[in-house]
C-alpha cells in the first residue's frame, strides 16, 4: 500500500509557472507507474501525465504536451509536475495516483490510490 501527498499547488497568472510534487509512503514507490490528473468544477477526472516505474517513459496528454513534464526520483519517493505556459483552462485540482500492476494507462479508474489533491488556479 502507498500513501500519496500531494503539494505546490497554488494561484498563478496566465503564462506562469508552478511544480507540483506527490511524496509517496512506502519502500516500493520504485515499482508503481504514477500519474498526474485533475479535475475542473462540473467536469470529469482528466488524464494528464503519466511515468513508467523505472525506465522513465513517460506520456503527457495532448493539451499539456509540450507544457507540462512530468518526471520522477525514486530515490526520495517523489513525482513531479513541472507546469510551464499555464493557461485559465487548466484551473483544477490536480491529482497524483499510482498504478500497481505495472501498466502504463491514462484511466483513472485503473489507478489504484490516489493523494487529496492540490488547488491550481490560473488567473487571466
Known amino acids: 500500500q502507498v500513501q500519496l501527498v500531494e503539494s505546490g499547488g497554488g494561484l498563478v497568472q496566465a503564462g506562469g509557472s508552478l511544480r507540483l510534487s506527490c511524496a509517496a509512503s512506502?519502500?516500493?514507490?520504485?515499482?508503481?507507474?504514477m500519474g498526474w490528473f485533475r479535475q475542473a468544477p462540473g467536469k470529469e477526472r482528466q488524464f494528464v501525465a503519466t511515468?513508467?516505474?523505472?525506465?522513465?517513459?513517460?506520456y503527457h496528454a495532448d493539451s499539456v504536451k509540450g507544457r507540462f513534464t512530468i518526471s520522477r526520483d525514486n530515490a526520495k519517493n517523489t513525482v513531479y509536475l513541472q507546469m510551464n505556459s499555464l493557461k485559465p483552462e487548466d484551473t483544477a485540482v490536480y491529482y497524483c495516483?499510482?498504478?500497481?500492476?505495472?501498466?502504463?494507462?491514462?484511466?483513472?479508474?485503473?489507478?489504484?490510490?490516489w493523494g487529496q489533491g492540490t488547488q491550481v488556479t490560473v488567473s487571466s
Open positions: 495516483a499510482a498504478e500497481s500492476s505495472g501498466r502504463i494507462t491514462t484511466t483513472p479508474g485503473e489507478y489504484d490510490y
Open positions: 511515468i513508467s516505474m523505472s525506465d522513465y517513459r513517460k
Open positions: 512506502g519502500r516500493t514507490f520504485s515499482s508503481y507507474v
